[in-house]
């Protein structure tokens, strides 16, 4: 084993063989004593990319299978371990991260009277404004990657001490959000700090709305949720000023649950969004029918392709399962589907993929129970319904 890590410099195998050595090394021994004391000769050495990157491949795999070893040497661990969490090599870092939280662990296992300390708000208490201006210290780091942990900090530290964050550092907080909405790459950070601050603080962030609507473009569909969810009606005259472009950036499980969350607090939008969305729904649904060759995709709540609704760039079935979705479980009160499902939904349930003809025949099953839960709500005899939509109905039924 030692004999790889000192020779091969394909990452993968350095995997592969620190996975291996891990597994030998929960029965400890000399073996294990040696292999850790290598490894922090090599941290602290001169540097040499892959050894680096061996080295913290086997500190985190000795930390998590030899522990009681390992943590004869946890002092010397400590400083060394700052050595690869500088190195300008991306994945090193990384893994020098993993091997530190592996170190942590250690730490909150044999430490009990620090570990139940360190986890509590006592702790956090007497030390907020120490924690709150190290935090804020590294707002303009140069480094993005420290940049976006100090944006995702952010809420954590409101969390602590409301009142005193809302009078001490809001401010220049919400200026750091409100920088990073500008830019690109860092964008999509910056609203969902946005968002969780936002449900922290309630309305707090009432005087921020102008500028904070100005941005909320395509990736701030899950913030837009988060923060009608916190402040509620009060929103409705800068929500009606984004439906536009909401709607015209793609339909997604993101969007969908935002539109969830609006048309809950927000009566008077529900229309509108509704009409709006199957608008939307029945584009998808004829154009890739009638003009896209479909691939064979499922669909999960936790993992669903965007995509927007223009032709080009339609992603077939994965698009077609989300709109069958949102066809079935949002809220379309006030709206007969049933033509709408004979016409665009049932062509679907001899859609040549599996996952498709499944979502298209839960989605009819329930627009026809809301069916009969409207008619059964109604004071018109059967008979008169049965006129009306009758026929309708027994061909769904035939078709489902």
Same mark, same amino acid.
């Given at each position: 084993m030692s004999v790889a890590f000192e020779t091969k410099r394909d990452p993968?195998?350095?995997?592969?063989?620190?996975?291996?050595?891990?597994?030998?090394?929960?029965?400890?021994?000399?073996?294990?004593?040696?292999?850790?004391?290598?490894?922090?000769?090599?941290?602290?050495?001169?540097?040499?990319?892959?050894?680096?990157?061996?080295?913290?491949?086997?500190?985190?795999?000795?930390?998590?299978?030899?522990?009681?070893?390992?943590?004869?040497?946890m002092p010397e661990f400590m400083h060394a371990i700052w050595v690869a969490l500088r190195d300008p090599t991306l994945v090193v870092r990384e893994k020098a991260i993993e091997a530190l939280h592996a170190w942590l662990r250690i730490i909150k296992k044999h430490e009990t009277r620090w570990s139940v300390q360190w986890n509590t708000g006592e702790f956090m208490m007497s030390r907020y404004k120490e924690v709150a201006e190290i935090v804020l210290r590294y707002l303009e780091h140069r480094d993005r990657?420290?940049?976006?942990?100090?944006?995702?900090?952010?809420?954590?530290?409101?969390?602590?001490?409301?009142?005193?964050?809302?009078?001490?550092y809001l401010t220049i907080c919400m200026n750091h959000i409100l920088h990073i909405l500008k830019i690109p790459a860092e964008r999509a950070s910056g609203f969902i700090a946005l968002g969780e601050i936002a449900g922290a603080l309630d309305g707090e962030l009432t005087n921020y709305f102008p500028t904070i609507t100005s941005h909320l473009r395509d990736t701030a569909l899950a913030c837009v949720g988060n923060i009608e969810k916190a402040m509620g009606p009060i929103m409705e005259p800068h929500l009606r000023g984004l439906l536009d472009s909401m709607f015209s950036s793609r339909l997604s499980l993101t969007l969908v649950e935002a539109l969830e969350q609006i048309t809950e607090s927000i009566l008077p939008l529900l229309p509108t969004i509704q009409n709006r969305l199957l608008k939307c729904i029945s584009a998808i649904l004829s154009r890739s029918h009638h003009l896209m060759p479909r691939q %064979?995709?499922? +669909?999960?709540?936790?993992?669903?392709?965007?995509? @927007?609704?223009?032709? /080009?760039? *339609?992603?077939?079935?994965? =698009?077609?399962?989300?709109?069958?979705?949102?066809?079935?479980?949002?809220?379309?009160?006030?709206?007969?589907?049933?033509?709408?499902?004979?016409? %665009?939904?049932? +062509?679907?349930?001899?859609?040549?993929?599996?996952? @498709?003809?499944?979502? /298209?025949? *839960?989605?009819?099953?329930? =627009?026809?129970?809301?069916?009969?839960?409207?008619?059964?709500?109604?004071?018109?005899?059967l008979s008169r319904i049965n006129c009306a939509i009758g026929k309708r109905r027994r061909r769904l039924v035939e078709e489902v």
């Open positions: 993968e195998i350095l995997v592969l063989a620190s996975k291996v050595l891990g597994h030998l090394d929960r029965s400890g021994g000399a073996m294990t004593e040696d292999e850790v004391k290598v490894a922090l000769e090599w941290l602290r050495g001169e540097r040499i990319e892959y050894r680096v990157f061996a080295t913290v491949l086997i500190l985190k795999e000795m930390a998590e299978n030899a522990s009681t070893v390992f943590s004869v040497h990657l420290l940049c976006l942990s100090i944006t995702s900090l952010l809420p954590r530290i409101v969390h602590f001490l409301r009142d005193r964050f809302v009078t001490n %064979s995709a499922s +669909v999960s709540r936790g993992n669903i392709t965007t995509v @927007t609704p223009q032709v /080009a760039e *339609l992603s077939g079935s994965t =698009l077609v399962q989300l709109a069958f979705r949102t066809l079935a479980l949002f809220n379309f009160e006030g709206h007969n589907l049933l033509v709408f499902a004979r016409e %665009s939904v049932v +062509v679907y349930l001899e859609d040549d993929d599996g996952a @498709t003809r499944k979502d /298209a025949a *839960l989605c009819c099953c329930k =627009l026809l129970t809301n069916s009969f839960l409207v008619i059964s709500s109604t004071q018109f005899s």
